[in-house]
C-alpha cells in the first residue's frame, strides 16, 4: 500500500462515516471508530441516534448488523457486527442524542485497505488492515503543503506560501502523527460534553397577566446530568443523578419602575427514571423522581423566605394507541430546614402537589397541580401549551397559557390568596 492510497482511507473515513441512513430509523447514522485493524481484531461500529423532534424519540437498536466488506478485486464478503450489550428500548429527549455500539472482527481474509458497508444503509467506511497501517499512523508527516490540483496530471503540485499558512496558525513542513490528533479541540470537546448532560427540566415560559394589573410571569429551568457513561445502555443507578435549577419571577408590568414583585430560586438534586418498569405488551409503564431541593428569595430581613424539602415522585403512565400519553404524578414532600420567616408554609401549600399530564405527541399538552393545605386552604394551576409549528406561524416553541388560583405564587407572599389569573405568552419548552 503507498501513501495516498492511506490517505484515501483516512479520507473516506472521516468524510463518508457522516452519511445518514435513507432505510434505518430517521436520526441514525453509522461511523466505524478505529481506522485500522488486522485480520482477526475486534472493530467498532458506532450509532449516533440524535432527535430534533418535538417530541422524545424512542429506538430499540437491533441485535446485529450485516457488514459488507468490499475488496479491490471486487469481491464482496459478509460478516455480523454484535451489540455490545443486551438490546432494549432507549428513550432520547428532545435535541439529545445517544451512542450504541456493535462489535465485528475483522476476516480473516481481509487485506489491505477494507471498504465496509453497514447492508442496508448508504454509510461507508475505509479501514486500513495491513502492518503498515499502524507504522504510518504514527509516523510524523515531515512534508510542505500543497495546492492540490493546480499542476498538470503526474506533475507535483506547488507549495503553498509558508508566512500564509503560518498566519493561519498552521505549520508548513510538518503534522502529527494520526494517533497524536485529537478527535475534538479540548473547547470544543468539551462544549460537546456540557450539550450532551444538559436539558430542560420545567417548563421555559414568559407569560403576560392583568390581575389586578398588567404583570407578567416568566420561568426558567435546567437539569445536568452527572455522569455520562460510554454505552447508553448502562443503567446503573448514578446513570440517573441529576443537579437542576428553576427560577421563577413575578413582574409588575403596572407600576412606574416596573419592579420585580418577587423570585423563587430553586436549586436542586434528584436521581430521575422515566421507565423504572415497562411491560412491552402493556401500555403502563412506571417512572420515578426523588431528591431534594432548596428554595428561597434571595432576600434578607423581614422579607427573607427559604425552606428545603426531601421529596419522592412515582409516576404512573399510560400510553394510548394515537401517541399521547397521560400520566399521574403526585410529589409527597418532607420539608426541613424551614426558615422562621415562613415557618407555617405547610399550613398554606401543604405536603402534596397532585400532578396529572396529558401529552400528545407533537401536540397539545395539558398539565394540572392542585395542592390543598390547611383549613380548607387550596392552590390550583393549570398549564396548556401548542406547538407552533403547528400554527400558519410554523415558528419553534409553544403557545402557552396558564390559570392560577391560590396560595404560594410567590415565596414572599405565600400565605396571601391570589384571585384567579389567566396568563398567556410564549414557551421555549412546555
Request: aromatic residues 12%; proline residues 6%; charged residues 20%.
Amino acid at each position: 500500500m503507498t501513501l495516498p492510497c492511506f490517505k484515501f482511507a483516512r479520507a473516506a473515513l472521516l468524510g463518508l462515516s457522516l452519511s445518514f441512513s435513507a432505510v434505518a430509523t430517521a436520526g441514525v447514522t453509522y461511523s466505524l471508530v478505529e481506522n485500522q485493524a488486522q485480520a482477526g481484531e475486534p472493530i467498532t461500529i458506532r450509532a449516533l441516534v440524535f432527535n430534533d423532534e418535538a417530541n422524545a424519540l424512542s429506538w430499540t437498536p437491533p441485535e446485529s448488523l450485516v457488514l459488507q466488506w468490499h475488496q479491490a478485486d471486487q469481491s464482496v464478503m459478509r460478516s455480523l457486527a454484535k451489540l455490545k450489550e443486551p438490546a432494549q428500548e432507549l428513550s432520547v429527549p428532545v435535541n439529545h442524542f445517544t451512542m450504541v455500539e456493535w462489535e465485528a472482527l475483522v476476516p480473516s481474509a481481509a487485506k489491505g485497505i477494507q471498504v465496509i458497508s453497514v447492508e442496508g444503509t448508504p454509510d461507508l467506511f475505509a479501514l486500513d488492515t495491513s502492518l503498515l497501517g499502524s507504522q504510518l499512523a504514527s509516523r510524523y508527516a515531515q512534508a510542505p503543503i500543497i495546492e492540490a490540483g493546480v499542476a498538470r496530471n503526474g506533475e507535483m503540485d506547488p507549495e503553498v506560501d509558508s508566512e500564509q499558512l503560518e498566519k493561519e496558525g498552521i505549520s508548513p513542513n510538518y503534522g502529527p502523527p494520526v494517533s497524536e490528533a485529537p478527535l475534538l479541540p479540548a473547547s470544543q470537546q468539551a462544549f460537546e460534553n456540557f450539550r450532551l448532560a444538559i436539558s430542560a427540566h420545567e417548563p421555559i415560559y414568559f407569560l403576560f397577566g392583568s390581575k389586578p394589573e398588567a404583570n407578567a410571569r416568566f420561568q426558567v429551568s435546567f437539569k445536568y446530568r452527572l455522569f455520562n457513561p460510554k454505552q447508553e445502555q448502562d443503567q446503573g443507578f448514578h446513570r440517573h443523578l441529576y443537579l437542576a435549577y428553576t427560577q421563577r419571577s413575578l413582574w409588575d408590568l403596572s407600576s412606574d419602575s416596573m419592579p420585580f414583585i418577587d423570585t423563587t430560586y430553586n436549586p436542586s438534586f434528584f436521581w430521575h427514571k422515566e421507565k423504572l418498569w415497562k411491560n412491552e405488551n402493556s401500555p403502563f409503564y412506571l417512572g420515578l423522581n426523588a431528591g431534594v431541593e432548596h428554595m428561597s428569595n434571595g432576600k434578607n430581613g423581614e422579607d427573607s423566605r427559604s425552606l428545603n424539602d426531601f421529596y419522592i415522585q412515582p409516576e404512573v403512565n399510560y400510553t394510548f394507541g394515537g401517541g399521547s400519553t397521560l400520566s399521574f404524578m403526585p410529589r409527597v414532600k418532607r420539608y426541613f430546614g424551614v426558615s422562621s420567616d415562613n415557618a407555617d408554609y405547610q399550613d398554606y401549600l401543604g405536603r402534596v402537589a397532585w400532578q396529572m399530564r396529558w401529552r400528545q405527541e407533537n401536540g397539545l399538552s395539558v398539565m394540572g397541580t392542585y395542592q390543598h393545605g390547611k383549613q380548607g386552604r387550596k392552590t390550583t394551576q393549570v398549564d396548556v401549551s401548542w406547538p407552533l409549528r403547528r400554527t400558519p406561524l410554523n415558528m419553534n416553541g409553544y403557545l402557552y397559557a396558564q390559570f392560577y388560583r391560590g396560595y404560594g405564587e410567590t415565596l414572599l407572599h405565600y400565605n396571601r390568596h391570589s384571585q384567579s389569573q389567566v396568563r398567556v405568552g410564549l414557551a421555549l419548552t412546555p
